[in-house]
């Protein structure tokens, strides 16, 4: 929830307001005469904000949207892996495991037996 001050009081807590939106996001609306005049908000959301009207505001990146939205509620199935990158989608390599721990070390070593297991 945004908290509501008079320009009088953001200019002697400017320091505070700012640390508590770089912590936790806060946003302050800044009142002249009573009335709303401006908002204080943190960086990351404010460049959140301009790149979602930069995606809002082009008509042809909108189109694609909607376009992929339409063909996916119509329950066709897209393109493969293999389709869009020329290449078979080959599943991730399994890291060692580790079962012999050494008494003087605390750092687990993987056994010549194990690492034959996993190829």
Known sequence: MAKTLPLSEVKTRLPELVAGM????EEVVVTK?????A????VDEY???KETLD???DPALMSQIAESLAFYRSKRKG?????VFGEPLMPAKKRPRFFRVQAHSRLRIPTIRTMNREK
């Not at 005469?33 to 005049?37: K, L, M, T, V």
């Not at 908002?39 to 943190?42: D, F, G, K, R, Y």
């Open 79 to 83: 393109l493969s892996f293999e389709d």
């Open 33 to 37: 005469n009573g009335r709303a005049a």
């Open 22 to 25: 770089q912590e936790h996001e």
């Open 47 to 49: 460049t959140r904000l």
């Open 39 to 42: 908002v204080l908000i943190n």
């Open 55 to 57: 995606v809002l505001s």
